[in-house]
């Protein structure tokens, strides 16, 4: 996977804690929801690149066959 770029972003105050709110309702850290929401906006917009990986999973990752009793 391609590393992630990181970008500075400032925030309203009161538009920071709204989103964090719904990034909590919907079991997301803010960072994801901003990301989820752009990719949304992005596609709705028909300006997604193709070439854009695929959002990280949520959770735990899987465990390896071999970890497996």
Not at 8 to 19: I, K, M, S
Not at 31 to 47: D, H, K, S, V
């Amino acid at each position: 996977m391609a590393e992630r770029k990181s970008v500075l972003l400032r925030l309203d105050p009161a538009v920071h804690d709204a989103l964090t709110k719904w990034a909590n309702d919907e079991l997301r850290s803010a960072n994801a929801q901003i990301e989820f929401l752009l990719r949304r906006a992005l596609t709705e917009a028909g300006r997604m690149p193709g070439n854009a990986a695929k959002p990280a999973r949520r959770g735990r990752p899987p465990k390896d066959a071999k970890d497996s009793p």
